[in-house]
């Protein structure tokens, strides 16, 4: 499946990658240039990586961990002069501190401190965090990639259903391939299902305050040449109780044992309006977004809140430049709760690279029997 890979301008590209001039640098897409601009950045030490992840050069789930993989690569790097053992703890404890919503990212420092110690030189510790963070990265993209060859089945039945009229799908945020490695979660069926010829169109919810949606996932989707609207995050319920939506996929950021899951603000709202209308409503993750050691996502899960400037000024091109204007009173406080969490109950199934579950404990622990038994 998907014998295209995610395209720019038709080229191939991944989120993150080790620089081909020199195998010291981390490239990546600095994702706040786009829509506008399609600009790689190079980062040089763990500093750049931590500040990259803070300030959503790098986002999304997957990308973050990856990104965290390869913090950790660099922190070996620069532990060859330095004090090695303390370093490489201290740009653990960075990494992991950058943003506390998405469990990817302290999975994947974790991994990488476990396979780390098994080096007994700073060379062996060096190849050891490269193959790691490689490891990560390439897992990530291969996971999504599985998601959309499972996820593509629900779609193809609402095709079937509606006798090969066009699907709606709706999605939230960016849980495409810019959010993940390569392929994306929520979108890997939606291009599945587009190389299968399914007639399929996506209403795109532009996301405040960041616009993932309106930036990113439009861009992704118009890269793949995959009808798609921008519509504004209040749209969606209407356009639901106009029967205009036949499904909605989202991603995650960290799901419980019991199916909670905790996405982009905005996410819940969309399910209660799809449960209310009887839409289906299905969360695609890969495994390294389960968090294996809490149940309830209400109570356990630590929701991010952002500097309240990405509230009170939005980012957009003007006359040839990207500006950024104030939209609301210089002195009106703002609060940026970046996500919210969606009860399992409000959940009609998770999509993951093993297969299809209701999002249930049940389930859940049925389909990944092996992780549950490690907690
Ligand atoms: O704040 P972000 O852009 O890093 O948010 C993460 C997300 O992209 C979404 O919540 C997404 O749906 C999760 S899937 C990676």
Request: aromatic residues 6%; contains cysteine.
């Amino acid at each position: 499946m998907q014998s295209t890979n995610m395209k720019v301008l038709g080229k191939h590209y991944r989120t993150i990658w080790i620089n081909e001039e020199n195998e010291e640098v981390i490239t990546i897409i600095d994702q706040r240039h786009l829509p506008h601009r399609f600009i790689t950045e190079d980062l040089h030490t763990v500093s750049e990586m931590v500040h990259a992840i803070k300030d959503m050069h790098v986002r999304g789930a997957g990308l973050i961990g990856a990104a965290a993989g390869y913090g950790m690569y660099l922190a070996t790097i620069e532990s060859r002069h330095k004090n090695s053992l303390e370093h490489i703890l201290a740009s653990a404890d960075a990494l992991k501190a950058t943003r506390p919503t998405a469990v990817n990212l302290e999975w994947a420092v974790n991994k990488q401190l476990d396979a780390i110690a098994q080096g007994k030189t700073a060379n062996e510790k060096i190849k050891i965090a490269r193959k790691m963070a490689e490891h990560i990265a390439q897992e990530d993209a291969e996971y999504c990639r599985r998601i959309g060859t499972h996820g593509v089945a629900i779609i193809e039945e609402i095709s079937k259903r509606k006798n090969g009229k066009v699907v709606n799908i709706l999605t939230h945020c960016n849980a495409g391939w810019l959010a993940f490695v390569d392929y994306g979660s929520a979108t890997a069926p939606i291009y599945e299902a587009f190389e299968r010829g399914i007639d399929l169109h996506v209403w795109v919810d532009e996301t405040r305050p960041r616009n993932q949606g309106a930036s990113l996932t439009a861009w992704e989707l118009m890269n793949q040449g995959i009808p798609h609207t921008v519509i504004v995050d209040n749209a969606g319920g209407h356009l639901m109780q106009h029967a205009l939506v036949d499904m909605v996929i989202t991603g995650a950021d960290r799901v419980t044992v019991a199916g909670d899951a905790a996405n982009k603000i905005g996410t819940y709202l969309k399910a209660l309006a799809a449960h209310d209308n009887g839409i289906p409503f299905y969360v695609a993750l890969p495994s390294s977004t389960f968090d294996w050691s809490i149940h309830d996502g209400l109570k356990d899960i630590h929701i991010e809140e952002r500097n309240s400037d990405e509230v009170k000024y939005m980012y957009g091109l003007c006359d040839g430049e990207i500006k950024k204007v104030l939209i609301t009173p210089l002195d009106s406080p703002a609060g940026n709760y970046g996500f919210d969490v969606t009860p399992a109950r409000l959940i009609s199934g998770l999509i993951t690279e093993r297969g299809i579950c209701r999002a249930s404990e049940e389930d859940i622990t049925k389909m990944y029997a092996e992780k549950v038994k490690q907690i």
